[in-house]
């Protein structure tokens, strides 16, 4: 997959050119845990001859998302606020690049990550209607289709985040939580790992 993107926290453009780190990857596991308190029921077993346990649906889950790839020599293009600037760098500066980011902090905006951009095609837009450009390539995230209270947010009152419909919509916020990669003297790429947390970000 060649529309994988690494956004810096000093990302502010409406295309994918500047600040951002584009990922050669050939897998993406998204792995979703649902968090649920259960609570068994004393005595039920007596009463119905079957014992019974009782989940309260809080609304949480922890999302990852691994991506397993290559990093080439690329063409990096950096803005610092006087203009952007494209530097031709080598695979093993862009994993340098990648690494001291995961090992920043926030406030950092020019070194830290902040949103990871997964692009996958899609046929049906945000309000379910037929796309105009079939397998339209838009940002994967963990939004629904509709409105506050319409369509798949039936009962939703406010809505966390919109279902994109151009491939320049937000992607998944959060964090690198891990990434590794290996010095082949054998390889001219380099192969890697990386998994990224979805989260909101303080500050």
Do not use: C, W
């Not at 926290?9 to 649902?34: G, H, M, T």
């Not at 760098?89 to 862009?94: F, L, R, S």
Request: charged letters at 20%; aromatic letters at 8%.
């Amino acid at each position: 997959m060649d529309y994988v993107y690494l956004k810096l926290q000093s990302y502010d453009s409406d295309n994918l050119s500047e600040n951002i780190i584009p990922l050669k990857v050939e897998s993406v596991v998204v792995d979703v845990s649902k968090t649920i308190p259960t609570f068994n029921i004393p005595f039920s077993g007596l009463l119905t001859g079957e014992s019974e346990t009782i989940a309260l649906d809080l609304g949480m889950s922890t999302k990852n998302i691994t991506l397993t790839g290559v990093i080439l020599d690329e063409s990096i293009t950096k803005n610092f606020g006087d203009g952007a600037v494209t530097y031709n760098m080598t695979a093993q500066e862009i994993a340098q690049l990648i690494a001291s980011g995961v090992d920043s902090t926030g406030i950092a905006k020019h070194q830290a990550f902040s949103e990871l951009v997964v692009l996958i095609p899609s046929n049906i837009a945000s309000d379910y209607s037929v796309r105009a450009n079939p397998e339209t390539l838009i940002p994967l995230n963990f939004s629904a289709r509709g409105s506050a209270n319409r369509k798949d947010n039936d009962n939703v009152p406010l809505p966390s985040s919109d279902f994109p419909d151009d491939r320049y919509d937000s992607g998944i916020s959060g964090f690198v939580e891990s990434f590794n990669f290996t010095l082949a003297s054998t390889a001219v790429e380099l192969g890697f790992t990386l998994t990224f947390r979805v989260a909101t970000l303080i500050p």
